[in-house]
């Protein structure tokens, strides 16, 4: 082998993105599994952000990793909250710099960090993993109908003594995708007690 046998190397042209695995519209269908439309932290590495960053540079984190929901890290490397592109993108910055008197002094949205407008853990509602391993796609579309969210996490808890897992997560918009219709476009039958089942207590109580 000789050096001519190497690969030429190129220099990567414009703004590079990540691949993602496409997936055709309408391949999921609401009695498959719910396991199918969860995206599995044993199998993907989920996004974290330091809680510390700028909301800026947060938002460009996540254009890069293509991703619409970042876990928070506190300065003990702790998971603390999570944060959404809405969150990023609305009306919580602003919001934020009211509360704490901003417009009386110079201030700008540079100065939001990310744990300033986080959804802390202690107010996070989950999903229990035993549970979303008998439930079907149509009862996941039901919990985001009845949740108003577009991200439902998923915990597993175990039966020692300890801290619960994330185990996963549901995605609206790629649910969506999958399904080739919008959420509000899809009836379901299922009572509001039914879906409260689904829920697993907070985060805070899987200890």
């Given amino acids: 082998m000789t050096t001519s046998d190497a690969l ?3 220099r990567v042209p414009g703004d590079p ?7 055709p519209a309408g391949t999921v269908k609401l009695d498959d599994p719910a396991l199918n439309v969860m995206t599995d932290f044993l199998q993907a590495t989920p996004i974290t952000v330091d809680g510390e960053t700028p909301i800026d540079e947060a938002l460009q ?3 890069h990793a293509g991703v619409r929901l970042l876990f928070v890290i ?5 998971l ?19 509360a704490i008197e901003c417009m009386d002094r110079t201030c700008s949205r540079r100065e939001v960090r990310v744990q300033d407008i986080m959804t802390p853990v ?12 008998r439930a079907t796609v149509a009862r996941i579309v039901a919990t985001f109908k009845i949740a108003g969210r577009r991200h439902l996490l998923v915990v597993e808890r175990s039966a020692q003594p300890g801290p619960c897992i994330v185990r996963g997560l549901f995605s609206a ?9 919008s959420i509000d476009a899809i ?19 899987c200890e």
């Fill in 80 to 98: 603390i909250g999570l944060i959404t592109a809405n969150d990023l993108q609305g009306e919580k910055p602003i919001r934020h710099m009211q």
């Fill in 74 to 78: 506190g300065r003990d490397s702790r």
């Fill in 187 to 205: 009836c379901v039958a299922s009572s509001f007690a039914d879906i409260e089942k689904v829920f697993a207590h907070p985060y805070g109580e």
């Fill in 8 to 10: 030429p190397r190129l």
């Fill in 173 to 181: 918009s790629r649910l969506e995708r999958e399904l080739g219709l």
């Fill in 61 to 63: 984190h996540m254009i």
């Fill in 122 to 133: 202690a107010v996070w509602e989950v999903l229990d993993y035993g549970t979303v391993c």
């Fill in 17 to 23: 993105v990540l691949a993602k695995p496409s997936v």
